[in-house]
């Protein structure tokens, strides 16, 4: 049930726990999303609450929605301010030679017929800063925590694959693709005017469990 999802509610805001493999918003290779059960989200209310951002199709977690469109477009404000904290936790294919550091590579979008589109380092590109720190290494394989300042498209899985050269661990397009992709956005939190703030932090997911990796965060 999507609705036991929730993390966190209140009268304009809600977040949730989005399972990896469900697209936020519909396309071509996306046709069913989230958008076709945002009618559980009702709790009580007539409007549908709308996503605020994105996650990957196949990253799990933290997903804030608005429950009416003025909260929507603040939120929105917040996310382009920098005013919302994020954490991601990923397994990396591989170890980092060091255990923390940041990544700052501007990132652009490459389109073939053959291929489809991606997103590569492009110094032309827009601007992306990735902080991340390793916080348990395992079978040859880093657990990270990644706090990005931006949020571009695909930006954590290109900062790893390029920045660091260790793509994350299931990727089907900057990495081998064997396996769930391994990245679960696991914390959100952003402070608003007086209002307590948002703030919610979603449990491991069974794709982790199942790799071995569920008590990482002790």
Same mark, same amino acid.
């Given at each position: 049930?999507?609705?036991?999802?929730?993390?966190?509610? =209140?009268?304009?805001?809600?977040?949730?726990?989005?399972?990896?493999? +469900?697209?936020?918003?519909?396309?071509?290779?996306?046709?069913?999303?989230?958008?076709?059960?945002?009618?559980?989200?009702?709790?009580?209310?007539?409007?549908?609450?709308?996503?605020?951002?994105?996650? =990957? $199709? =196949?990253?799990?977690?933290?997903?804030? !929605?608005?429950?009416?469109?003025?909260?929507?477009?603040?939120?929105?404000?917040?996310?382009?301010?920098?005013?919302?904290?994020?954490?991601?936790?990923?397994?990396?294919? #591989?170890?980092?030679? $060091?255990?923390? #550091?940041? *990544?700052?590579?501007?990132?652009?979008?490459?389109? %073939?017929?053959?291929?489809? &589109?991606?997103?590569?380092? =492009?110094?032309?590109?827009?601007?992306?800063?990735? $902080? &991340?720190?390793? *916080?348990?290494?395992?079978?040859?394989? @880093?657990?990270?925590?990644?706090?990005?300042?931006?949020?571009? %498209?695909?930006?954590?899985?290109?900062? @790893?694959?390029?920045?660091?050269?260790?793509?994350?661990?299931?990727?089907? *397009?900057?990495?081998?693709?064997?396996?769930?992709? +391994? !990245?679960?956005?696991?914390?959100?939190?952003?402070?608003?005017?007086?209002? %307590?703030?948002?703030?919610?932090?979603?449990?491991?997911?069974? %794709?982790?469990?199942? @790799? #071995?990796?569920?008590?990482?965060?002790?």
């Amino acid at each position: 049930m999507l609705e036991d999802r929730v993390l966190f509610i =209140d009268g304009e805001a809600m977040v949730i726990d989005k399972p990896a493999g +469900l697209a936020v918003h519909p396309g071509s290779k996306t046709p069913e999303s989230l958008e076709d059960y945002l009618h559980h989200f009702r709790f009580g209310f007539r409007r549908l609450p709308l996503p605020v951002h994105r996650l =990957d $199709r =196949d990253t799990s977690g933290c997903l804030l !929605l608005a429950r009416n469109p003025k909260a929507h477009k603040r939120f929105q404000r917040a996310f382009e301010e920098k005013k919302v904290e994020k954490s991601y936790v990923a397994v990396l294919d #591989g170890v980092p030679e $060091r255990e923390e #550091g940041q *990544i700052d590579l501007p990132l652009g979008k490459v389109s %073939t017929r053959e291929e489809g &589109w991606r997103i590569v380092h =492009d110094v032309k590109g827009k601007p992306a800063l990735t $902080r &991340w720190r390793t *916080i348990a290494v395992k079978d040859g394989r @880093a657990v990270l925590l990644f706090t990005p300042t931006t949020g571009r %498209t695909h930006q954590l899985r290109v900062h @790893a694959a390029e920045g660091l050269g260790l793509p994350i661990s299931g990727d089907p *397009i900057y990495g081998a693709g064997r396996g769930p992709m +391994l !990245l679960h956005a696991l914390s959100l939190k952003m402070e608003r005017e007086g209002k %307590t703030p948002v703030e919610a932090t979603a449990p491991l997911p069974p %794709t982790f469990v199942n @790799a #071995g990796f569920g008590d990482v965060l002790g």
